[in-house]
């Protein structure tokens, strides 16, 4: 399996990124809101990049969808 690895700058473009996996995977909203235990109303205001979801709602979400989240930490000077 390939991965991509796409650097993101905004909450909208992760939620852009979230709702084209979710739309590959042949999921409807309701269904990645229950996979990923949560609301539907979550999951709309998630993929249209509303900058004040919750954080560890947003990484269920990813991780529900497939999605791995990784930080590229700078080295200690």
Avoid: W
């Amino acid at each position: 399996m390939a991965f991509i690895m796409i650097q993101v700058t905004s909450a909208k473009e992760i939620g852009k990124i979230a709702r084209k996996v979710r739309k590959l995977q042949k999921m409807d909203q309701q269904t990645a809101g229950s996979v990923a235990n949560c609301g539907l109303t979550f999951v709309s205001h998630f993929e249209n990049g509303k900058p004040t979801v919750q954080l560890e709602k947003a990484l269920q979400m990813l991780d529900a969808l497939g999605v791995r989240v990784y930080l590229d930490v700078p080295p200690e000077s």
